[in-house]
């Protein structure tokens, strides 16, 4: 990203979100999901699943004061030892990698990393040394703790037995709390079960209750703060419902908020569900053997009464407000990300879409890798050359490697139309289903200028040495090039012009002047 930006940013104090990866899942071009969040000269990484040194110079990676992890999926996590290994090692220095996430993702990091991590070479060479996993690696948890842990606990009937033990190490009472160990996972991953004792309910508690929620967790929230530059960094919990334990991220200056939400079902309806739905047990016991037991073998979601709280309900209801919102979008059945049709029909604005699938249409502003958003109070710009423009397009669209955005124009070359779970971008003259919501311009958005969109095999867009795009044309003598002029500013001027236009003549009940000033595509590409 451009020095001129760093030094911008300290001036301003603005929030400035660098998109590393912005891929959904099995893309075949992308490269899966990272970002950096730049507050005047504190730098920080949420998520290492994008090649982070294909976009970091060294300094830049040595200057990132810490990483936030929000689940141990490998889209997510891939460049995680590679950091750690990175800061000891590469850096001149023997630095830690701060990771900064809540307990249970730090435990999941933990498991999945000490491969990697814990078994070197001795200096000369000549021994294999072990090497502690917290040699490389600074654990920052942020979020409240939880009261309660499982733990292995040596009992005289059982050579090794889990049990659930509270802060002072004691162990809780079975009619309290249990293990459920399941063997499909050769009992290795023991999992929580507890008594809520404002129901009387048995619930998973990480899943079962708000972060805020005492019951479960201790009160002191532990937000992470950088008090240089004034920046506090929260996880957000409530809101995150995607399987394995993971958190969305906010961001916060005071005057800027910005919440990642990180893999996750956005949909109130289930989210309702989830805390209005009574699951009755099936035990494979008597009751009496239940409530004795510290142990419990099983399903745990056989045990599970309710899955979430009346309170967690109220707390994601409210997990967006006031705060610039770069959101994971899916096509319809997805099964553990928010499907397009619901996360665009939400309230949350302004709103980026992230994660979305190789081809992929949205009304809202898609993140595409190498896109650089500024958040200055409640608005989001996006910085290209320095400058920041807005995000006015009507229509975003990405295809396989390539990027585009189209503005209505009735005599558009493309037609927006209506498809299940959310809209499509076709050529004009394609006979496909849907009906058409309005046509549109079509312009390649080539690092955040604007292009007229190619229609011919032997076309294509390349970048200068310069800096500066050129239109080339491939025929049988060779090839010809004509440099080609960025067209953003003046279709946001037009845009302007059109809707005060429109809106003085809705103001006087006159139907505005016949015509459109939309840059029609007959005009082609200008010579520079």
């Known amino acids: 990203m451009k020095g001129h930006a760093n030094a911008m940013a300290a001036t301003r104090g603005e929030l400035r979100i660098d998109i590393l990866g912005d891929s959904g899942p099995f893309s075949k071009f992308g490269l899966s999901i990272g970002y950096r969040v730049r507050c005047g000269p504190a730098s920080y990484l949420v998520d290492c699943g994008a090649p982070i040194f294909q976009f970091l110079k060294e300094q830049e990676v040595r200057d990132v004061r810490g990483l936030i992890g929000t689940h141990s999926h490998d889209d997510h996590r891939r460049w995680f030892t590679d950091l750690a290994l990175f800061k000891r090692y590469a850096c001149g220095i023997r630095e830690k990698l701060v990771f900064i996430t809540t307990e249970p993702i730090q435990e999941e990091f933990l498991k999945n990393s000490r491969g990697a991590l814990e078994r070197s070479l001795s200096s000369d060479q000549k021994r294999v040394v ?114 394995p334990p993971t958190i969305g991220v906010r961001f916060s200056t005071g005057t800027e908020t910005v919440v990642f939400s990180s893999d996750t079902v956005y949909d109130p309806d289930l989210w309702k569900a989830l805390a209005e739905e009574y699951h009755p047990q099936r035990l494979g016991m008597s009751r009496k053997e239940f ?74 502003p898609l993140a595409i890798t190498g896109k650089t958003y500024v958040v200055s109070g409640n608005s989001v710009v996006e910085e290209v050359g320095g400058e920041g423009l807005p995000l006015d397009a009507d229509v975003y669209h990405r295809n396989f490697g390539n990027a585009y955005v189209g503005y209505k124009n009735a005599t558009g070359t493309h ?114």
Not at 470 to 478: A, H, N, Q, S
Not at 499 to 505: F, G, I, L, R, V
């Open 130 to 243: 072990e090497i502690p996993y917290d040699e490389y690696v600074n654990a920052v948890v942020f979020g409240p703790r939880a009261k309660y842990r499982i733990a292995a606990f040596p009992v005289v009937e059982e050579a090794n037995a889990w049990r659930v033990l509270d802060a002072d190490g004691e162990v809780v009472p079975a009619s309290r709390a249990k293990v459920v160990v399941n063997s499909r996972h050769g009992g290795n991953r023991p999992r929580l079960l507890f008594r809520d004792e404002a129901t009387g309910e048995w619930v998973e508690p990480e899943s079962f209750y708000a972060a805020s929620d005492t019951a479960f967790y201790q009160e002191l929230q532990n937000p992470f703060r950088d008090e240089e530059v004034g920046l506090e960094i929260r996880p957000v919990k409530d809101s995150a419902w995607h399987g």
């Open 291 to 364: 409530e004795a037991a510290h142990v419990v073998y099983g399903n745990i979601n056989d045990y599970i009464e309710r899955i979430w709280s009346q309170r967690r309900l109220e707390e994601a209801r409210k997990a967006y407000d006031g705060a610039v919102a770069i959101h994971d979008v899916s096509d319809p059945r997805s099964v553990v990300h928010t499907e397009y049709e619901k996360i665009a029909a939400s309230a949350i604005r302004p709103l980026i879409l992230t994660h979305s699938p190789d081809r992929f249409t949205s009304e809202l």
């Open 415 to 528: 037609r927006v139309t209506e498809k299940p779970g959310g809209v499509d971008l076709v050529p004009r003259d394609a006979n496909v289903p849907g009906k058409t919501l309005y046509c549109v311009d079509l312009f390649q958005d080539i690092g955040g200028r604007y292009f007229p969109a190619l229609t011919s095999p032997n076309e294509v867009y390349t970048e200068r040495p310069d800096g500066r795009i050129e239109r080339r044309v491939y025929g049988e003598r060779g090839s010809r090039g004509t440099l080609a002029k960025d067209l953003r500013k003046r279709l946001s001027r037009e845009k302007r012009s059109a809707a005060k236009a429109e809106a003085a003549a809705a103001a006087e009940k006159k139907p505005p002047k016949r015509g459109d000033t939309r840059i029609r595509m007959r005009d082609k590409a200008p010579t520079g």
